[in-house]
């Protein structure tokens, strides 16, 4: 799964120097890796200059002000850097809140690290329950406050999505949810069955919103809702704060999980997704009815077995879309 981190970094412009697999045997509790490799890393990082360590693992508080310290670099981990890509896509009002909440509560378990490694740079030490430890907890305390701001203002979102949840019930047509992992094509399929012209591009995290649309299926009229799409450990926080937008999934009649069909992980990938619906609160039943879409048939040169749950269409070309409504109609019906 390098690919993947690596097309997170670039998806932020950070400059890869140098890339390196590491097998850990057991992870140090205290500095995630061991002596050995952080005597090697040490040497590579005074070598080429390296300004940032990315670990594509998440680490603990201690364990990234740990290796900040012994490295002397700064060091983010993987959680770290989906939620700055997050935050670098969120362009509407809820997902900024939402985004910003995520930030929050990450930077809060770590603001130990931001104070201490200031402190090494002035040379100065820390003295327990010295100027130090006040301002941490000055700082604790302000994004505490924060957090609870935004909170509320996210319970008036969901109360709102709530009211228009209900009266899309009362107008009694069905919908369904597009999920999967991010880039597979959804929001693609989205405008291909509702003409719409939602954002789709090659950029991971494109769409932060759910958007739901009617379109009509044959002759009535259906209701299909684009939303966030996922990744393997996606960070708690994230998932936490993206309540209100997840929701909607929840809401749906049915789920249709889009998946590349190129990708060599397509398989791990829709596991992710499943893991990932459970945690938001899917039921077990609506996971395993899910249709899984293969998209993008129009650059994939293998042959497939299409059968009642597997779906290969491309949402570019239009092809296999016919098939696709039909089975949407089988299942609302
Ligand atoms: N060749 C080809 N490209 C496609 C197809 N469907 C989508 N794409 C491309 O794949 C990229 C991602 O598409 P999106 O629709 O933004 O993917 P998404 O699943 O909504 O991604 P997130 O919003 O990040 O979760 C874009 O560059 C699309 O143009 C397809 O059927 N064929
Ligand atoms: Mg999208």
């Known amino acids: 799964m390098y690919q993947e981190i690596q097309s997170l970094v670039l998806n932020l412009n950070i400059e890869i120097i140098i890339k390196e697999i590491i097998k850990i045997k057991q992870k140090n509790p205290s500095t995630f890796l061991g002596k050995g490799n952080l005597l090697r890393l040490k040497d590579k990082i005074i070598k080429y200059k390296i300004n940032l360590l990315i670990i594509n693992n998440n680490l603990s508080p201690s364990q ?4 900040e310290k012994l490295l002397n670099v700064k060091v983010t981990d993987r959680s770290g850097i989906i939620i700055e890509i997050f935050s670098k896509r969120a362009s509407t009002k809820e997902s900024k809140l939402q985004v910003e909440l995520a930030e929050l509560i990450y930077r809060k378990s770590r603001l130990v690290r931001a104070w201490t490694h200031l402190e090494r740079q002035r040379g100065g030490t820390t003295f327990i ?3 130090g430890e006040l301002q941490i907890e000055l700082d604790k305390r302000l994004i505490q406050l924060k957090i609870v701001k935004i909170k509320k203002r996210l319970v008036k979102v969901k109360a709102r999505r709530k009211i228009q949840r209900k009266s899309r019930l009362n107008s009694n047509f069905k919908t369904f ?65 993206f309540h209100a937008t997840l929701e909607e999934i929840n809401s749906a009649n049915f789920i249709i999980n889009v998946v590349d069909v190129n990708d060599i992980n397509a398989n791990d990938k829709i596991l992710t997704t499943k893991r990932i619906l459970k945690e938001t609160g899917v039921s077990e039943e609506k996971i395993s009815k899910m249709i899984n879409v293969y998209n993008k048939i129009d650059i994939s040169n293998s042959n497939y077995k299409q059968t009642q749950n597997r779906i290969f269409i491309s949402a570019l070309t239009g092809e296999g879309i016919e098939n696709l409504k039909n089975s949407i109609e089988r299942k609302l019906t």
């Open 64 to 67: 990234q002000r740990n290796l």
């Open 129 to 131: 329950g010295g100027p």
């Open 177 to 241: 949810a597009l999920v999967g992992y991010t880039n597979a094509g959804k929001t693609k399929l989205f405008n291909k069955l509702t003409k719409k012209k939602q954002s789709s591009q090659n950029k991971l995290f494109e769409t932060l919103d759910t958007k739901i649309s009617k379109f009509f299926l044959n002759n009535h009229q259906v209701g299909i809702i684009d939303t966030v799409g996922f990744i393997n450990n996606i960070p708690t926080q994230l998932i936490e704060s």
